[in-house]
């Protein structure tokens, strides 16, 4: 008997229970548009175009114009001959030429069909078709978006110009102090939102990854977690916490708003004691369209999160990381063998999962507490309002985050475990948010001596 709780009504209330229920069961065609659509002018697509977003990465931009499609957007990225990032609509305002096929310019790009010359913010600087005391110069422009690059990616923001967020430096990007940083971007054929809540489903994590096929992360993920949500002033923490011997692990995945998530590393083994209050990845799920995202992240390689220098530098960067199974470039019977994160999330019922067609349980509360998070926000966005969350910190701030990875020395006692489980998983996301405002350095020593405090009794009180 299946004993789970459910957080959601199931999508088929009138289904009597029994066998072959194929012909009652009617599934619905009908996503949740308010979070999947992403075009310009839907609530989502106009909320995520409020928040500095990757569309590329540095190594994509050569010497030729690099024809992209963001949120439903078909976009040109190009350097010009002054070392200058250009990222702009593709078609041409003249006459819709596009500017995939545009010449690269000292400054700027010009359209190779009649020669209209525009700046890297869209300005027109120069119409040779025309005479030079021509008036278009005056009302003419490309549409063009403001980019940053930072550690290996190209950034854009894609929102209304007032008023433009500062681009987000999180801790992640700058501690430990010998953290090294390689871009990578995966290409999923689906929504963006069924990656992104793969994020803040921990419960996956033993399954997919350690007990259906092969083991793909550690034998210790195998462990069946307990699952605990609380939020941040960036989003929430999306905690696991298990058991493994003697030691208590808590892998605490930092869910920012609106489409970022940290994480930790797949190579913990549970026997060694670790307190790394930083990340192994930072990703984005960035829509190309509403069937298809990018998937950028930051793989940071450090002392504190490998340790034993586990993760392989050469293996990241455009369609690969070190993560097994985040692409679907093996075998398809392989793929079958062996279902990675790719195969999974690309598989839930077609391109945009169907949320009316869920049954949701107690350990996807994770996944709606972020589609509530989503949603909030959204509509905050469409009616003027401001974000409750994520929290935006000045430019000259370091954005403190709440990835974690403790693995502590914190035998099984007398008492409940699961229980026990919750609570500490509970306790090591209360030191996080607490220690926020501490230098990186500090902040660990405190949260390791917090957690060397904790004693059994307590958790199994």
Same mark, same amino acid.
Not at 290 to 312: L, V
Not at 404 to 411: M, N, S, W
């Given at each position: ?10 999508? +088929? ?9 194929? %012909? ?30 990757? #569309?590329?990465? $540095? ?9 992209? /499609? =963001?949120?439903?957007?078909? *976009?040109?990225? +190009? ?29 700027? =790009? ?29 009302? *003419? ?25 500062? +681009? ?16 990578? /971007? ?5 929504? %963006? ?83 790394? $209050? ?6 984005? #799920? ?55 994160? %790719?195969? #999974? ?46 929290? =935006? ?57 917090? #957690? ?10």
């Amino acid at each position: 008997m299946d004993t789970r709780t459910s957080t959601q009504a199931g999508p +088929f209330p009138d289904v009597p229970a029994g066998s072959y229920q194929g %012909w009652n069961r009617v599934p619905s065609a009908e996503d949740n548009r308010e979070l999947t659509r992403t075009g310009r002018g839907t609530p989502a697509g106009d909320y995520l175009r409020r928040f500095w977003q990757p #569309v590329a990465l $540095v190594s994509d931009v050569g010497d030729l114009p690099v024809p992209l /499609k =963001i949120m439903g957007e078909k *976009l040109v990225l +190009f350097r010009d001959g002054s070392g200058r990032l250009g990222l702009m609509h593709r078609h041409c305002s003249h006459r819709g030429a596009s500017l995939e096929y545009g010449i690269v310019t000292e400054r700027g =790009i010009r359209c190779s069909y009649h020669g209209f010359q525009y700046d890297v913010d869209g300005t027109l600087i120069d119409t040779p078709s025309l005479p030079s005391n021509n008036k278009i110069k005056g009302r *003419l422009c490309q549409g063009a978006y403001p980019t940053i690059e930072y550690a290996g990616l190209v950034f854009a923001y894609m929102g209304p110009p007032e008023p433009m967020p500062p +681009f987000p430096v999180y801790d992640a990007f700058t501690a430990p102090a010998d953290n090294e940083m390689a871009a990578y /971007k995966l290409h999923f054929p689906c929504n %963006w939102l069924q990656v992104h809540e793969n994020g803040a489903d921990p419960m996956h994590v033993p399954f997919v990854h350690a007990l259906m096929s092969e083991v793909q992360f550690t034998r210790m993920f195998g462990a069946i977690p307990v699952v605990d949500n609380v939020e941040t002033p960036l989003g929430f923490l999306s905690l696991a916490t298990r058991r493994w011997g003697d030691n208590l692990y808590c892998r605490a995945n930092d869910v920012i708003l609106p489409n970022i998530a940290q994480f930790g590393t797949p190579f913990v083994r549970g026997e060694e004691e670790k307190y790394a $209050v930083c990340a192994g990845i930072t990703r984005w #799920v960035v829509p190309i369209d509403d069937e298809n995202n990018w998937t950028f992240g930051i793989r940071h390689f450090n002392s504190a999160i490998d340790p034993f220098k586990e993760g392989k530098r050469d293996l990241i960067g455009a369609m690969k990381t070190d993560g097994f199974g985040q692409t679907g470039d093996r075998p398809y019977r392989e793929r079958q063998r062996n279902p990675g994160d %790719w195969d #999974v999330q690309m598989s839930q019922g077609g391109g945009i999962t169907i949320h009316a067609n869920e049954t949701l349980v107690a350990h996807d509360a994770g996944v709606t507490m972020l589609r509530r998070q989503l949603a909030r926000s959204i509509r905050n966005a469409s009616n003027g309002e401001a974000l409750p969350m994520p929290r =935006i910190y000045p430019a000259d701030r370091v954005v403190p985050t709440y990835v974690a990875e403790i693995v502590a020395a914190i035998p099984r006692h007398n008492g409940d475990e699961d229980q026990a489980l919750h609570r500490f998983g509970r306790a090591v996301a209360q030191m996080l948010v607490e220690t926020q405002d501490l230098p990186y350095a500090d902040r660990s020593r405190e949260i390791e001596r917090r #957690v060397r405090t904790l004693r059994a009794e307590e958790l199994y009180a």
